[in-house]
């Protein structure tokens, strides 16, 4: 519970670096929480990684992709905050560790780990913007 | 209708998006909905839009007319600025402004403050590190190294970027967040060195290059979309460099 609240601050705080408008945050923070929620549900049903990180992503990126259209924002203002909750850390951080200590087998895994999931996590940016793009049409100019 | 004013409409607005954080696919759509909106036949302004530089050139009856800027380096972040300019085009189209008011609108918009002062920024960079420390398995208590060293690091990349490349300036900002975590751990203060250093070095992710150039990349601006990602690239090798000089200074420290 307390790691959910404590994504929400983590997000807004993102969210406030890079200068979002303040009527955006309250979403911004949900869509923290959203991500979070995922990356709990998955560690606690034993989903994969990488699969848990494209779904929490493609959520994400789809929730972002239908508040911008809502709010009439850029995308980019939901979804570069929202998913940020999602970066492989400790796995990066791991495997740097890793070679730093000559383990270069174990931090070769560690690090295709890392790219994998970081390689999920862009898909589903990918897939939500090429869903949204066909299922909203860009009118005139409300698109994005 | 003054085709000098709209060429200039539409550069200030894209200089002033691609500083801002804008994705390039945006600031070319931006344009041309701006040229329409002040007043020009749809298709007769076209414009090339690159991380670096813009191009626009309108064509009349009495012939075409071509501008170039250079843009340097992204400034700072705003995403409320990019906002206020897509509003901007947008009421611009719906007839809301005339060419001069919209000149004016985006003067104001450039001189904005920023819209969160600077201790406000100070205090979320450190949340936001504080927060990821424990997220990643710190204790509570570790929520302060990490905050330190979010700050340090947030810190050290503002002032830097003024002076130096930026990803010099995040090498050297994910070195003294890594740093001061591993001391951190070394005097004894904490166990969670890897939490602190992911909560301190988190900031400076290139969380928005990755998104803008998968989306220009989606919007066939391959040319922008491959330059940012190697952008992106850059960025997290000098954090992995920063962190692995880190981890490799831990051992001799104390």
């Known amino acids: 519970m307390i790691i959910i609240v404590l994504s929400m601050v983590a997000t807004v705080s993102f969210a406030i670096l890079y200068q979002i408008p303040a009527r955006a945050i309250v979403s911004v923070g949900c869509l923290g929480a959203v991500a979070e929620l995922f990356a709990f549900a998955a560690a606690r049903y034993h989903v994969g990684q990488v699969a848990a990180s494209f779904a929490a992503s493609l959520v994400v990126s789809l929730l972002s992709e239908a508040l911008a259209r809502v709010q009439r924002m850029p995308v980019t203002v939901f979804a570069v905050p929202g998913i940020i909750v999602l970066v492989p850390g400790m796995q990066a951080y791991a495997a740097m560790k890793d070679f730093v200590v000559h383990q270069y087998v174990l931090g070769l895994a560690t690090g295709t780990q890392t790219v994998l999931i970081a390689g999920a996590l862009a898909s589903g940016l990918v897939i939500a913007g090429v869903l949204a793009r066909s299922v909203w049409r860009p009118r005139i100019h409300e698109s994005d | ?254």
């Open chain 2, 1 to 254: 209708m003054d085709e000098e004013q709209i060429l200039h409409l539409c550069m200030q607005a894209g200089c002033l998006l691609l500083r801002c954080g804008g994705e390039t696919s945006r600031v070319e759509q931006t344009i041309a909905h701006m040229s329409i909106g002040a007043g020009a036949a749809p298709g007769s302004v076209h414009s090339f839009v690159t991380p670096t530089g813009i191009f626009v050139s309108m064509t009349t009856e009495t012939g075409t007319t071509t501008r170039l800027t250079r843009v340097s380096g992204p400034a700072r972040m705003d995403l409320s600025k990019v906002t206020r300019i897509n509003d901007l085009s947008r009421r611009l189209q719906r007839g809301a402004y005339t060419v001069t008011e919209a000149l004016a609108e985006l003067d104001r918009i450039e001189t904005f403050a920023p819209l969160y002062p600077r201790w406000i920024q100070m205090l979320a960079a450190a949340c936001s590190s504080g927060s990821f420390t424990v997220i990643m398995g710190g204790r509570p208590l570790d929520f302060l190294f990490g905050a330190a060293g979010g700050l340090l690091a947030q810190e050290i990349t503002g002032w830097l970027t003024q002076y130096a490349p930026r990803f010099f300036a995040v090498l050297l900002a994910a070195l003294g967040g890594a740093l001061l975590a591993v001391a951190s751990s070394a005097f004894g203060f904490t166990h969670h060195e890897g939490a602190i250093i992911i909560g301190a070095i988190l900031p400076l992710l290139p969380g928005l290059a990755v998104t803008n150039s998968i989306r220009d990349l989606l919007a066939g601006d391959l040319v922008a979309g491959v330059a940012r990602g190697a952008e992106a690239v850059f960025t997290a090798a000098a954090i992995a460099v920063a962190v692995a000089v880190a981890i490799g200074v831990s051992p001799h420290l104390a």
